[in-house]
């Protein structure tokens, strides 16, 4: 079974962990036009190379982001929400 | 029993032959309803070989005599059924006093199996056969079906068998450094291994570490093996930081070094940080006519029986060979007593091993550049007799005719592959040099290693060699976690292993009978034929013949298959590789990989009141919930009963399982604003309010009431189902936020009933004295916190069914406490407990949704007529701009309530469709005769223009039948709300 | 005159598994706890150090959550673990263990009633009362979650059957706090020896006390655990 490190708990089965989707800030729900709307709500980047997700350590219900590489699997690294802003969001 | 007979007096071969039995400790047992008597130490084919009976069963298709070809339990030759499992290995399964051996796949009798004769009919069974059979003519298949279900044995289980002896578990194992396979390799590594103090665990399959140690030969003097043996194991003996699973099969590499080991009835999980791979190599057979005969065997297995068991494999051996091993063979053969007739060797230049120096002395004749080309086998005894010997002219070419020689084992030693699977598993690729006729593995991930002969090293020097610097390398990843670069082998091969693999070792026979794979009874024309088909590809070769999809998982038909594709396809053995390795490796019962089974299961603190009052029980999610009270056949009965003392009484109700969540701190308020879809700003302490949940899609998830205890404390209560989304929901939203609230989920933390009916105020004032219940100093919706029969208490005035309602929580563990004191006091009213079932009723009735049952993945508020729940006027909810765009378009569908009055068996039920002639309009999502107002009353999704009510609605109900309905104003019951606000 | 748990309002989820082993029990605030179990005193001793394991629902916790959480318990007196998913034991044997930055559990010692936990209850409704109130937020513990504690040199090797974290000696020290899946189900392991006995205090939704319980004995059977009460659960203390 897989691992992955939960930046509270240390290395864990991915069984402890639920996935929460992609990470995206949310636009302006006031300004965004409908279409831009769309795209936040309805669409994944679904890239091949890192995305950052957010995931989820079920036990301790602590959220976390994780860079996680599509092509090979690997997780780059996971970190805090509150370190989100030394990460650059492509896209 | 025992001593009973000849058997008993069966000779060995002296000492030191015969590592593993106990010659004083004879052991009695049974095949084919026959007496055996082995040895202390014997697996089942052993002590049956001692008794010159190599028949032990039969093969999967075509029925024909077989007997062991490994030893080791690599081959499926030796199936056979045990009272309590089929399938046992009986090369590898020990014998034991008065065990019950059957031999398997075979009518009649194993000697005389009359569906051997299917053989004979080989030639209306070509390759590909099952696929072809499934096209054309239609229908043919179901008769070929029926002829193949009695044909092909595969052992009977036997349902009789008590849970103890099916006793099956999994546990968990850690290890800084797991090794697999305690031969030599393996052995070394871990001594080096656990040097530094760390954890070692070494697996091995065998009962006895040593791996090759215990039966090959690796030099002139036999001690050699044996000494090196002994002082490996003292050393691990010794060292504490070593654990030793003999017995235990490694099956999987999975993610994360993460190993599944299999011992006994038991799958050990094993996480290593580092794993060394010294699985060694499967010996390869010759390929010829009759190479399936009884008595035929790899000469690993020749060794095994002689150094193991201390058996003769036969009284007159030919040795077939295209290495030195097979001198090495003859040599141990000849040293333990055996005649060996002659040595084939395969190759053109004689021998210059030291074994064959040795060999002098024994005077054996040697047919150099020559093999066999058929054996054949003894119709009485069921074993080979004879093998005819033809010279060498070409590849896979001999010459026309040949020499017969009588004997009663041929030993075949041709080549090895490595035991390439659990390195495969984790990635690694299998490479093969078609020039040195040698493999080599590479690619497998960071923190794996290989060592030994898997590895291509075979001298005893350069494998002890090898598994000392793959497990100092284990070590450097150990101390350096950073670079997780792939690790390459040396690349080095040991210049012994130049010779150990005979580039061609097959000769077709125009009779054919020459096999590929044992398991699946395919032979050279059968690979042959699949290319000519058109599968060119192994991966497709291998699913249209089934070469390689039996027990033995292409073991030994895998390297003689990929050569024969590549002969046939014009590449070479390279190019066309071998098929995809995926555990288990060795085959595994259902009950390893069930183990014990977890099914978490939760229970209310009043749970076994509801029990002791005869209620039903179902499950919602992992609760149990009483689904209504009274026996199973008095459904209908029970539920309309517990409706009526709702309406007209006093009913109480266990609602622990709804979610609760607490939202503390100075931004709760504005929280609640930003989350759900109603306005929570000027909401009063001590009320409670209506709280919908959507999505960012504008679809509704979930709904609850918001009570307000403190101005910065919010009490929020969600479905049963969806309380764990929601909090975690909640949790990821306000990451991003950042508001000063703190939020937990106390769904478990409280207790909780619902009291309701018009009578209901008169039992809880009885019990609260010190709250004001009166409708005026405690309205619907309002929410106080008090004691409950001296239970701390949070009440709620709710009317989810409709009437005059206290929901009361109470802790958790005083929630029997409650349930008591209710029910005690509640006597003169003669309240009674109804379950989900009345409840879903009554809701209904008073035209309420549930979330997950009345909505889909779709359901937006504005379809759910629950726009008066979404505070348009907010800067920002979630959901919220969806909602505004959903509110853009025109609508597409309306959930009304409609009512009807039909015999109960057309009463439409959930997901019966609403229908305009052939068309559907939508769906119906409840429904139930209801018992206050004497109808059929349901909630269905319906076109905006069928929704006003009085409109009709076709519905198609069982047995597409139709109904009409009438669609109606919601709610149902006490549309003007009189009765909640008693 | 046997006690019985109907006659009290707190009621340990598992009082029906005690009373059908005969447990003996003993009062203690609104609820009664096992004693001991039938006429198995004698021998409870030795079961709490090869493999037993004891019903602690009953027995208080408290929760401490939000930004202010670790300040308010320091000012309270209490040492605090430094690191999350770690625990202290404080001199009168409450356990403080540190769930993240900002949540903590409380574990009461049965042997020293709410001495810590009651007091702090009530300042902690005091506080809440005045202002400005602090941003620490108390959770029900003890009503969430049921506690066993399973004792002895055993439970590791009990433990690896339910659960995925190595909890042997050297890699799961005193104090160490693991908040995982056990049985499949979530739950917080704290390890909290008494004398120089492993103990583990497995902590999990109160919904699930009746499975977990079950689950435990069942995986304790091959290692010959036992359910032991809370007279041999106090004696590991005084061994050292």
């Known amino acids: 079974m897989k691992l992955l490190t939960c930046p509270l708990n240390g290395p864990r089965n991915i069984s402890e962990f639920t996935y929460g989707g992609e990470y995206h800030p949310m636009p302006d729900d006031r300004s965004a036009d409908s279409s831009a709307w769309a795209e936040y709500v309805f669409f994944h980047d679904n890239r091949a190379g890192v995305v950052l997700e957010w995931w989820c350590h079920t036990p301790s219900s602590y959220w976390f982001l994780a860079e996680r590489d599509t092509v090979s699997d690997q997780v780059v690294r996971t970190f805090a929400f509150s370190e989100l802003g030394d990460t650059q969001e492509g896209g | 029993m025992a001593g009973s007979g000849a058997s008993s007096t069966v000779k060995r071969l002296p000492k030191p032959f015969g590592l593993l039995i106990d010659r004083d400790q004879p052991v009695s047992f049974e095949f084919e309803g026959q007496t055996v008597v082995g040895l202390q130490g014997d697996t089942i084919a052993s002590a049956l070989v001692a008794h010159g009976q190599w028949l032990q069963s039969r093969s999967f298709k075509y029925h024909r005599p077989r007997g062991p070809l490994t030893m080791a339990g690599q081959d499926a030759n030796t199936l056979v059924q045990l009272p309590s499992a089929p399938n046992t290995l009986a090369d590898t399964y020990p014998i034991a006093d008065g065990l019950q051996v059957q031999a398997q796949n075979y009518a009649g009798s194993l000697r005389r199996d009359w569906r051997s004769y299917t053989g004979l009919l080989a030639r209306f069974l070509p390759v590909g056969f099952y696929y072809k059979t499934f096209f054309r003519p239609r229908g043919i298949w179901e008769w070929w079906a029926r002829f193949f279900r009695r044909q092909a044995g595969l052992g009977e289980i036997n349902q009789a068998v008590s849970r103890q002896e099916y006793d099956f578990d999994k546990q968990y194992k850690f290890a800084d450094i797991a090794i697999v396979g305690g031969g030599p390799a393996g052995m070394r590594a871990a001594l080096e291994a656990a040097q530094d103090g760390l954890e070692v665990i070494l697996i091995d399959e065998n009962p006895r570490l040593g791996g090759s140690l215990n039966y090959a030969r690796f030099a002139a003097d036999r001690k050699l093996a044996e000494e090196t043996r002994d002082e490996l194991v003292k050393q691990i003996e010794q060292n504490s930081n070593i654990e030793v699973l003999c017995n235990t099969v490694c099956n999987g590499w999975h993610a994360g070094n993460w190993l599944a080991l299999i011992a006994a009835n038991r799958l050990y999980k094993l996480r290593a940080r580092e794993v060394i791979i010294c699985s060694g190599s499967l010996e390869q057979p010759a390929i010829f006519r009759g190479n399936d005969i009884p008595g035929v065997v790899m000469s690993s297995a020749a060794l095994r029986l002689v150094n193991l068991y201390a058996v003769a494999p036969g009284e007159q051996v030919v040795v077939l060979t295209g290495n030195d091993e097979g001198y090495a063979t003859a040599l141990t053969l000849a040293e333990a007593g055996v005649v060996v007739k002659a040595i084939v060797d395969m190759r053109t230049e004689a021998s210059s091993s030291e074994f064959n120096t040795a060999l002098a002395h024994y005077s054996i004749p040697i047919h150099q550049g020559c093999t066999v080309y058929e054996a054949q086998i003894d119709k009485t005894t069921q074993r080979v007799c004879r093998v005819e010997i033809r010279a060498i002219v070409g590849k896979g070419e001999c010459e026309d005719s040949g020499i017969m020689l009588d004997t009663d084992c041929l030993v075949m030693a041709v080549g090895y592959m490595p035991t390439y699977q659990l390195v495969c598993q984790a990635g690694g690729q299998l490479s093969y040099d078609d020039a040195s006729s040698l493999f080599s593995l590479d690619s497998y991930p960071a923190h794996m290693e290989i060592a030994g002969s898997v590895n291509g090293q075979w001298d005893l020097q350069a494998v002890l060699d090898d598994g000392k610097r793959a497990a100092q390398s284990a070590l450097s990843w150990l101390g350096d976690d950073g670079d997780d670069s792939a690790q390459l082998p040396d690349g080095k091969h040991d210049p012994l292993a130049a010779g150990i693999n005979f580039s061609w070792p097959m000769f077709p026979h125009p009779k054919g009978k020459e096999f590929v794979d044992f398991d699946e009874d395919l032979q050279i024309a059968d690979i042959i034929n699949a290319t000519r088909d058109g599968y060119e590809n192994i991966q497709l070769v291998k699913r249209y013949s089934t070469c390689g999809m039996g027990p033995s998982q292409g073991r030994h038909s895998a390297l003689a298959a990929a050569r024969l594709v590549a002969d046939a396809t014009a590449t070479t053995v390279a190019e066309t590789g071998v098929t995809t390795a995926r555990p288990p490796f060795a085959a595994e019962t259902l009950a390893h990989n069930a183990g014990r089974s977890f099914y978490p299961a939760r229970r209310s603190n009043m749970h076994h009141r509801h029990m002791e009052a005869g209620a039903q029980m179902m499950q919602a999610g992992a609760w149990y919930r009483p689904a209504y009270y009274g026996k199973a056949d008095d459904m209908a009965a029970s539920i309309e009963e517990e409706v009526d003392n709702v309406r007209s009484n006093v009913g109480i109700i266990d609602v622990s399982t709804l979610g609760g969540i607490e939202i503390q701190g100075p931004d709760a308020a504005e929280f609640l604003n930003r989350f759900y879809t109603f306005a929570f700003a000027k909401q009063k302490v001590g009320m409670a309010r209506y709280a919908l949940l959507c999505n960012e899609a504008g679809v509704v998830i979930d709904d609850g009431v918001a009570c307000r205890l403190h101005e910065h404390h919010y009490y929020v209560t969600a479905t049963t189902g969806g309380v764990d989304r929601v909090f975690q929901s909640m949790l990821k939203w306000n990451l991003q936020w950042g508001l000063q609230v703190d939020i937990s989920n106390s769904t478990s933390a409280w207790c909780g009933v619902n009291l309701a009916g018009p009578n209901s105020r008169q039992v809880l004032a009885r019990l609260c004295p010190d709250i004001d219940l009166s409708a005026a100093a405690f309205p619907y919706m309002g929410v106080r916190e008090g004691a409950v029969a001296g239970i701390p208490a949070r009440i709620i005035r709710v009317g989810f069914v409709g009437e005059l309602g206290y929901e009361v929580h109470v802790p958790q563990q005083f929630g029997e406490a409650l349930w008591d004191a209710i029910m005690d006091d509640g006597q003169s009213e003669g309240i009674a407990p109804f379950g989900v079932e009345a409840q879903r009723v009554l809701r209904l009735e008073k035209g309420h949704i549930i979330i997950g049952q009345d909505t889909d993945a779709m359901s937006n508020p504005r379809e759910l007529q629950m726009t008066w729940a979404v505070a348009g006027k907010k800067p920002f909810f979630v959901g919220g701009r969806s909602i505004r765009e959903l509110e853009a378009l025109p609508e597409q569908r309306v959930l009304v309530g409609f009512e009807l009055e039909v015999e109960p068996a057309l009463i439409p039920k959930e997901a019966h469709l609403v229908m305009a002639d052939e068309t559907m309009l939508g769906r119906v999502t409840s429904c139930v005769q209801s018992p206050t107002l004497g109808k059929a009353i349901g909630l269905a999704y319906v076109p905006p223009e069928l929704s006003a009510p009085g409109s009709e609605l076709t519905i198609k109900v069982d047995e597409g039948k139709r109904v009409t309905a009438q669609v109606s104003q919601l709610p149902f019951y006490d549309p003007d709300n009189q009765r909640q606000q008693l | ?240």
């Open chain 3, 1 to 240: 005159m046997t006690l019985s748990p109907t006659n009290h309002r707190r009621r340990s989820p598992l009082y029906r598994q005690h009373q059908a082993m005969n447990a003996e029990f003993f009062q203690q605030g609104d609820a009664l706890l096992v004693d001991h179990y039938g006429a198995s005193l004698g021998t409870e001793a030795g079961q709490a150090k090869s493999l037993g394991v004891v019903d602690l629902s009953c027995v208080a916790r408290l929760g401490f959550k939000g930004p202010e959480a670790s300040g308010w318990i320091q000012e309270q007196g209490l040492v605090i673990p430094e690191l999350p998913n770690q625990a202290v034991e404080t001199a009168d044997g409450t356990w403080v263990a540190r769930l993240s930055a900002n949540e903590f559990m409380l574990l009461d010692n049965p042997a020293n009633p709410e001495l810590t936990l009651s007091a702090l209850r009530r300042r902690h409704a005091h506080a809440m009362n005045g202002e400005p109130r602090p941003q620490a937020y108390l959770l029900e513990r003890g009503d969430s979650h049921a506690c066993l504690a399973v004792t002895g040199e055993q439970a590791p090797d009990m433990f690896a059957k339910l659960c995925a974290i190595d909890l042997r000696g050297p890699h799961f020290a005193n104090g160490s706090v693991a908040q995982t899946s056990v049985a499949s189900s979530n739950a917080i392991v704290i390890r909290a020896d008494r004398g120089n006995t492993p103990v583990f205090m497995l902590l999990f939704d109160i919904s699930l006390a009746e499975y977990q319980w079950s689950c435990v004995l069942d995986a304790m059977q091959e290692f010959g655990g036992a359910p032991i009460g809370l007279t041999a659960l106090q004696a590991l203390s005084s061994d050292t």
